[in-house]
């Protein structure tokens, strides 16, 4: 059985990420599951995206709607954040790890529930959104230079290791 919060909810400026540090907040919200797309150019640079609502870059994603796909769900998450039309290559991790808490500034906590897939490119144009601000193309080199989120920053290090089966955490 889930255990939530209860007290109210303490609204913030911006999203914050934690990855368990000892002042995580306890979820508040039952879990809601999420995707996130690597997408390589020719050379295996990975796109991220910088988050409009904060200081984060990440990879394209989003939450799961009811009666959605997972693999749907990233196909549309990616086409809305990039402008990308994709086609889904393969799974690359599942992440539930309860240590990885995403607080929201409308006081909402969620445990990190994601699910990380290979994309490629099939169409589309890059172009920012209501939800992205900035792009850029970048090698495992390069992960330290970027604010990425937890998830994102791991799930980039798993699509590059180029495992066969999905990393499971």
Same mark, same amino acid.
């Given at each position: 059985m889930?255990?939530f919060?209860?007290s ?9 990420? @934690?990855?368990? !540090? ?25 796109l ?7 200081? @984060? ?6 939450r799961?709607?009811?009666g !959605? ?11 809305e ?10 799974l ?9 808490i995403?607080? @929201? ?8 529930f ?5 994309? !490629? ?6 172009k920012?959104?209501? %939800?992205?601000e900035a792009?850029a193309?970048?090698g495992r080199? %390069?992960?330290?230079s ?24």
């Amino acid at each position: 059985m889930q255990q939530f919060d209860t007290s109210p909810k303490t609204l913030i400026p911006e999203e914050r990420f @934690y990855d368990g !540090e000892p002042d995580t907040p306890r979820p508040n919200v039952p879990l809601s599951p999420g995707v996130a797309a690597v997408i390589f150019d020719a050379e295996r640079k990975a796109l991220i995206l910088k988050r409009s609502r904060g200081i @984060y870059w990440s990879l394209p994603g989003g939450r799961l709607d009811l009666g !959605e796909s997972a693999q749907r769900c990233c196909v549309r998450e990616t086409l809305e954040e990039t402008g990308l039309q994709t086609r889904i290559v393969r799974l690359i991790a599942t992440n539930t790890d309860p240590h990885r808490i995403v607080h @929201y500034p409308d006081g909402n906590v969620h445990q990190s529930f994601v699910l990380c897939f290979e994309a !490629e490119i099939i169409g589309g144009e890059l172009k920012a959104s209501a %939800e992205s601000e900035a792009f850029a193309w970048i090698g495992r080199d %390069e992960l330290d230079s970027f604010a990425l989120i937890p998830d994102s920053r791991l799930n980039l290090i798993d699509a590059w290791a180029n495992q066969l089966a999905a990393f499971i955490r």
